[in-house]
């Protein structure tokens, strides 16, 4: 998900919450939580950013 995150920033609003869906997924599978656990709760403890707010990031780091 990360390595093209710049050029999928211009993705369509569904496009985006199909890949934060993704992402709450993997981050089911990587801390082996239960499939109820809140995915805000569950993101904040695996200290992960959103992706939105990671594209944003890597956007400017690559322009700047």
Excluded: P
């Amino acid at each position: 998900i990360e390595c093209g995150s710049v050029i999928y920033d211009a993705c369509s609003l569904h496009d985006s919450i199909k890949l934060d869906h993704l992402q709450r997924k993997a981050g089911f599978v990587c801390s082996d939580a239960m499939y109820r656990t809140d995915s805000i709760q569950l993101m904040k403890f695996l200290r992960w950013d959103s992706l939105g707010e990671r594209r944003k990031v890597a956007k400017l780091s690559l322009f700047f």
